[in-house]
């Protein structure tokens, strides 16, 4: 029987980074990950995977419409989906790999199979029994089924977005049931490469939960690229056969039923904690109606030396939350101070044009009565978004009105993933709108419409 300090289940981005961070703290570690690689959903199915043909997709789609316009002509090129498909294995492969050497540089064991909890201080892998002192639960989660339909998901016809990365060829036609996260950037990945992209969607606006204008905006400009949408339909039913689908909806305002078909149907209506096979019934872990593993604000269960992070706890399910809570976890085990502050946990969507997002959006300083002053600058007034097509979208500041303070800081245009972060920085440190638009920015760049919505919470921006 293995003897450790600490064991991980699941080795995703909140696992393997605890696994690590654990071994950094000199703590003897070990990680359970049933997957033949590690990486978890995020490396393998996820993010990693879907960013690569996000990329693809975008290479094609500038060539289709922007090259001419820079004077590069010639012929444009064709989907070779086998090849691109072949792109997207091969950023996974150099990322999995990458992961279990680290695990090796960290002398971290990598336990082989499926793990469980049959008592407090041990895990079940296999056959096996491993004894450990403390056990971190990071098993993730996996795609909610949608809400009150009839839905079987095979992963050919109608799929996740597991089988979203994988088609055997790119569809005419797919219906993407969800306008969420996962939902637009897939939608978007195959309306790039010329499938008839439909999004239906229960409620009235896209993205649910960011800024109500960035929302508009973004529907905006994913209409102009070709996507359709059916707001406010509850899906019924899907009904598929080798080839196709056909989706039956119901439009909330008159209960009308329509019904459209399709060569794909992709469902994507979220995502629910993964813990079946964890044995935390018997356990006796405590779990919230919504089936999430309670934790307090150390990331203990209720359970003595049983931690959970990630997914399968409450909170955005976000690969870097994850990433931080696994640090902070393992810095508690260790008798440090583990903290994660989750008023800054910037959210993206990486389309074309990207959306992000961080802290609290106008509509809940508005519900919570907060005095507050918004600061706007469009990327139409930046010369280098001008330069490579990319003038649509904005950035938009909230400060505090009295002290100026950041508040959150919402996105929609080119880099915005990256962009995001300088506000991150700045509400860490507690800073003002005004100490970023009083922060020289390099031109020509992306990231001076940033001070220009700074410098707009104060006498006005420059350029617009």
């Not at 909610?144 to 998901?153: E, F, L, N, Q």
């Not at 992209?197 to 109500?212: C, N, R, S």
């Not at 991150?424 to 001076?448: I, N, Q, R, Y």
Request: proline letters at 3%.
């Amino acid at each position: 029987m293995a003897q450790y300090d600490v064991i991980v289940i699941g080795a995703g981005p909140g696992g393997y980074v605890a696994a690590i961070r654990c071994a950094q703290l000199g703590l003897k570690t070990a990680c359970v990950e049933g997957r033949e690689t590690l990486g978890g959903t995020c490396l393998n199915v996820g993010c990693i995977p879907s960013k690569a043909l996000l990329h693809a997709s975008h290479q094609l789609h500038e060539a289709e419409h922007n090259f001419a316009k820079m004077g590069l002509k010639g012929k444009a090129p064709s989907v070779d989906w086998k090849q691109m498909l072949a792109y997207k294995d091969d950023v996974i492969g150099q990322n999995t790999k990458g992961i279990e050497f680290l695990f090796k540089k960290n002398k971290i064991d990598w336990l082989k199979g499926w793990g469980s909890i049959p008592e407090a201080g041990k895990v079940k892998v296999g056959d096996e029994v491993h004894e450990a002192k403390n056990i971190i639960i990071a098993s993730g989660s996996e795609a909610s089924p949608v809400p009150g339909a009839d839905v079987t998901v095979d992963e050919k016809i109608v799929v996740t977005s597991t089988g979203a990365l994988e088609l055997g060829k790119v569809p005419k036609k797919m219906i993407v049931i969800g306008a969420g996260v996962i939902g637009l950037e897939m939608g978007s990945v195959y309306a790039r490469l010329g499938t008839e992209v439909q999004v239906i969607e229960f409620l009235d606006a896209i993205t649910p939960g960011m800024d109500a204008e960035v929302q508009r905006q973004f529907k905006k400009i994913l209409e102009k690229q070709g996507m359709s949408f059916v707001m406010g339909a509850a899906v019924q039913k899907v009904e598929a056969t080798k080839t196709k689908a056909k989706v039956t909806y119901k439009l909330r305002k008159d209960d009308s039923e329509e019904t459209v078909d399709a060569d794909v149907v992709l469902c994507a209506t979220g995502r629910r904690p993964f813990t079946e096979g964890l044995g935390l019934d018997k356990l006796g872990i405590e779990m919230s109606e919504r089936g999430q593993i309670k934790t307090d604000g150390q990331w203990r269960t209720n359970v003595p030396g049983v931690y959970a992070i990630g997914d399968v706890i409450d909170g955005p399910m976000l690969a870097h939350k994850a990433e931080d809570e696994g640090m902070a976890c393992a810095e508690v085990i260790a008798g440090k101070h583990g903290h994660v502050n989750y008023g800054v946990i910037p959210g993206v969507i990486y389309t074309a044009p990207e959306v992000a997002s961080v802290g609290e959006t106008e509509q809940e300083l508005k519900d919570a009565g907060r005095a507050y002053k918004v600061g706007k600058f469009s990327f139409m007034g930046n010369a280098r978004a001008k330069a490579v097509f990319q003038g649509e979208g904005f950035v938009k500041l909230l400060a505090d009105k009295e002290t100026d303070r950041v508040l959150g800081c919402h996105i929609i245009g080119p880099g915005a993933g990256d962009l995001i972060h300088e506000i991150c920085v700045a509400m860490e440190f507690g800073a003002s709108a005004e100490d970023v638009a009083l922060t020289c920015h390099a031109h020509p760049t992306f990231s001076e419409a940033v001070r220009e919505a700074a410098l707009a919470c104060g006498d006005g921006p420059i350029h617009m």
